[in-house]
């Protein structure tokens, strides 16, 4: 049986993205996802790659600090799928103080490492702005866009060249502790054909089947209580042709851009 020192069962971005980093430290590394890298989630996010500005609020001044330096190594190491963007947000006195917004984003500015993107700037909304008459005034600042399933596909494409492996439709049926070790078996969904492996150390990076398969892979209790969010990503015609992303919070408390 093939020992490795590390398993990934998930090949989405959070799974690539932990077996690229543990090949990169000299690990060998077997990442086994069920169907196609970035089928799920990972091919259907926001597309943002951003620091949290909304985190601020909620004084998470490290969380902010880690992923906008984070947002940097990404802008430097994969130019040809991250591209800088700029946003807009009209500001509305009855949410938030302009002055509050002003701090905020002199935080989001300096929290991190920038060195590739513009700070923050003020904006004012004229005549011709297809905001409402009342909205007069406004801020604009830096986050980033990225090809998520690229994304993917790069990390995967660096666990190979580091030496890992990466199985695609190739499901992990079951996980299980024996003698300071993980025994994992899989099944290729195409052929039948049955695998095992143990391992050093085993990543439950499915997703939305993360809980799934704690209890049916694992047979361990699911642990912090995890449960499904949801999120809707709706896609419009620009109002204004190559206009910039515009950010405003609606009754329902979603945001619209």
Not at 66 to 94: G, Q, T
Not at 147 to 171: F, I
Not at 241 to 247: A, D, N, V, W
Request: aromatic content about 8%; charged content about 25%.
């Amino acid at each position: 049986m093939e020992t490795k020192d590390l398993i990934v069962i998930g090949g989405g971005i959070n799974g690539a993205g932990i077996a690229a980093d543990a090949a990169g430290r000299g690990l060998s590394v077997l990442m086994l996802e069920a169907q196609d890298l970035a089928c799920a989630t990972s091919s259907a996010s926001s597309k943002l790659i951003h620091g949290g500005l909304r985190y601020l609020e909620h004084y998470e001044f490290r969380l902010v600090s880690e992923a906008l330096a984070e947002r940097e190594v990404l802008l430097k190491m994969a130019p040809h799928i991250a591209f800088p963007m700029r946003f807009r947000l009209p500001h509305r006195p009855h949410l938030r103080p302009a002055w509050m917004i002003r701090i905020g984003l002199f935080m989001y500015d300096h929290l991190g490492k920038r060195t590739s993107l513009p700070g923050s700037t003020g904006l004012r909304f004229g005549a011709n702005s297809v905001l409402k008459p009342e909205i007069k005034r406004g801020f604009e600042y830096s986050d980033c866009w990225v090809d998520d399933a690229r994304l993917v596909l790069a990390n995967a494409q660096m666990v190979v060249r580091k030496g890992g492996e990466v199985l695609t439709r190739t499901r992990a049926t079951s996980a299980r502790r024996e003698n300071g070790l993980w025994i994992v078996e899989a099944e290729d969904i195409d052929t039948g054909k049955k695998y095992i492996w143990q391992a050093r150390g085993l990543v439950n990076a499915t997703g939305p089947w993360v809980k799934q398969f704690f209890d049916d892979g694992m047979h361990l209790p699911s642990p912090y209580g995890i449960r499904l969010i949801k999120a809707a990503i709706l896609w419009c015609r620009a109002c204004i042709p190559k206009s910039r992303p515009t950010f405003c919070k609606t009754k329902i408390n979603a945001l619209c851009s």
